[in-house]
């Protein structure tokens, strides 16, 4: 069964910190690996594609790894601000390349 | 401009109604999907119409049914609303059924069902 889980389930850090989000995935056949951001109310909207061969991608203060072999991904964001409070979701795409398995996304809170 | 929009946005409905939802997308994306987001924020495909054509359908009760009248257009109507149906649907459409293309989501319709 495809599945995708991310940790934490919540965070809260203050402006300006750093912080890393965590996705584990078992999806087979595994084709990429997508990070959104999903504010309140709002649909999510795609950070970074990870494909299979690529171990670090960058979006402006967002970088994106992938261990192919372990399994996991990691969305780091630096000198964080409060616009970046929102919900983290891990979507995997399988082979086919028209099934997503998402992950329950990580909340994240930008404090003063 | 609205790439891919989604009336209404809020809808609060008494158990046993009848209601739809309308998605339109000004992107000339090929394919469209609604996806169901629960209270735990997890999202769930339950359609994907490529060209107009149903490709995906997931274990999703008979009660939903979706409709497309050309491809910038993905309407979901649900018959006999029941409390479980409350949730976050989300519209969303991609230039093709392959996932390597990116995905753009609309704003969501909150549906409340007392």
């Known amino acids: 069964k495809n599945q995708v889980e991310q940790s934490p389930q919540s965070l809260i850090i203050l402006e300006g910190k750093n912080c890393t989000l965590q996705?584990?995935?078992?999806?087979?056949?595994?084709?990429?690996l997508r990070w959104y951001k999903q504010d309140t109310g709002r649909g999510p909207v795609s950070l970074t594609i990870?494909?299979?061969?690529?171990n670090t991608k960058s979006n402006g203060r967002y970088t994106a790894t992938l261990d192919a072999d372990t399994k996991q991904s990691s969305l780091h964001i630096t000198a964080s601000q409060l616009s970046d409070s929102a919900s983290y979701i891990c979507?995997?795409?399988?082979?086919?390349?028209?099934?997503?398995?998402f992950g329950t996304g990580t909340q994240l809170k930008v404090e003063l | 401009d609205t790439a891919v929009s989604q009336t209404p946005k809020y809808l609060v409905t008494q158990m046993g109604n009848d209601k739809s939802i309308k998605c339109e997308q000004n992107?000339?994306?090929?394919?469209m999907y609604w996806y169901k987001q629960d209270s735990k924020k997890f999202l769930k495909i339950m359609f994907s119409?490529?060209?107009?054509?149903?490709?995906i359908n997931e274990t999703v009760p008979n009660r939903f049914s979706p409709k497309s009248p050309d491809k910038a257009h993905l309407n979901l109507h649900i018959n006999s609303l029941e409390l479980g149906d409350s949730a976050v649907y989300f519209c969303?459409?991609?230039?093709?059924?392959?996932?390597?293309?990116?995905?753009?989501f609309g704003s969501g319709t909150r549906l409340t069902v007392v």
């Open positions: 119409y490529n060209n107009k054509e149903l490709i």
């Open positions: 996705c584990n995935y078992t999806v087979s056949p595994f084709s990429n």
């Open positions: 979507v995997c795409i399988t082979g086919g390349g028209n099934k997503l398995t």
């Open positions: 992107l000339g994306h090929d394919t």
């Open positions: 969303a459409s991609s230039p093709s059924d392959r996932g390597g293309y990116g995905y753009t």
């Open positions: 990870m494909t299979f061969s690529e």
